[in-house]
């Protein structure tokens, strides 16, 4: 194929290509081997979707002349070509400024045009940027909340037909749902999908997601086939409503095809020490006791390979009243409140109840040095958890849920450890 010395623009190879091809149809006429006609001037529109995302714009060529077209999204996407490819449509998974690139095809060779499309991101929605970790990694990862009530189901008019007790089925309470600011999500079941009333088999698997900002917070809408968010029953069209979103706390709510709703509350899937950290501040602000009613509330020994060689604590409900009734409140502001109420005990030979050294101290969070989840240390040189004559005032959390806590004072050897059991008031 030959082109006339007339033309201002040669035929690009991909158009070239394009054009050969469609000439072989017979799309074009071929004289004395040259293409004849006026060189395009190309045009698009470009018009977004922005009450969804992932953002789709839909491309229209507005070229008079041309007839092959091939579309550069300029996200590094491949590129889309054809003969009357007039209108596109593109979706952009990350929020940017790209160029989109047109090249338009006709007998009298090619051109193209660039236009400048910005994408807006789903992250200035706080819903969004809580639910897929847009302050961090830009990934989340959420599991069943430990509390009552995770899972509930409603009938049309809202009012709860049944609630969960708490805990859920290892196999249903072990499940991981992770979202991404790049509208990706996944699903890890952990070796086995719970549905109905028995642990089957492992559905996990991966797809994507919608996320549609309408409404009080928003919709999470699943691609995939077979894919769910908490429960395997597939609700209406895969699509969740956002009841609740907060740091501590994800709520979502489907439409079961039977009209019923389906509402369940997850937290997030923390590390160790984050978790640690969470159930002691309960998310902003928790107060615990000590639990009077275990057995051996507070047990001594010269240190973690012998906790209890010293004094192996007493029997339930047995600890004098003034130490019974204190209340020990932390915060995720790593604030410290010891409340003594009318008196504190003081450990000695023989203790007494004395006057209360209710008061306030800072703390510092991390991993544990010795035995334990991860540890806290009070600043305040007087304040104390459950026993004024500690070792020191670092505090190894031993174990911790959302209702009980066990803690440990003193150093890993050489001296003293107090073993101390509390729960949430």
Known sequence: MTFSSTDKYLLRPAALLLLAGACTLGACEQEEGKLEGPVPTPGFTVQLNTTQFPVVATFTNTTPDGFVNQWDFGDGSPTESGVGLNTVTHTYNRPNTYQAKLTVGARGGSNATTQTVTIPTACSNAAFAIIAGCGG????????????????????????ISSSAAPLDPCQADDQFSFANNFAFGYDAA???????????????????????????GQIILQGKRTFIGLSDSVVNKTYDILEASPTRLRLQGTNPDGTKTEVTFMPQLSPIDKAKQFLTGGSSRTWVLDNAAQAVIVVGPGDSDPTGYYAGGSPNTLPGCQADDEFTFTTANQFIYDAKAETFVAGSPGSCQAPRSGSSAFTFGAASGAGIAQFELTSPSAFI??????????????????????RAGPPSGAVVHTIKLRVK
């Open 137 to 160: 990694t830009g990934s989340s990862a959420w599991t069943f909340s430990d509390q009552p009530g995770a899972i509930k189901k409603l009938s049309a008019s809202g009012a709860v």
């Open 386 to 407: 459950g026993v004024t004559d500690a070792a020191n005032r670092i505090y190894r959390i031993q174990s911790i849920d959302n209702q009980h806590m066990v803690l």
């Open 191 to 217: 070796g086995g999908t719970y549905s109905g009333t028995s642990c089957g088999t492992d559905r996990s698997g991966n797809t994507t997601f919608i996320f549609k900002p309408n409404g009080s917070l």
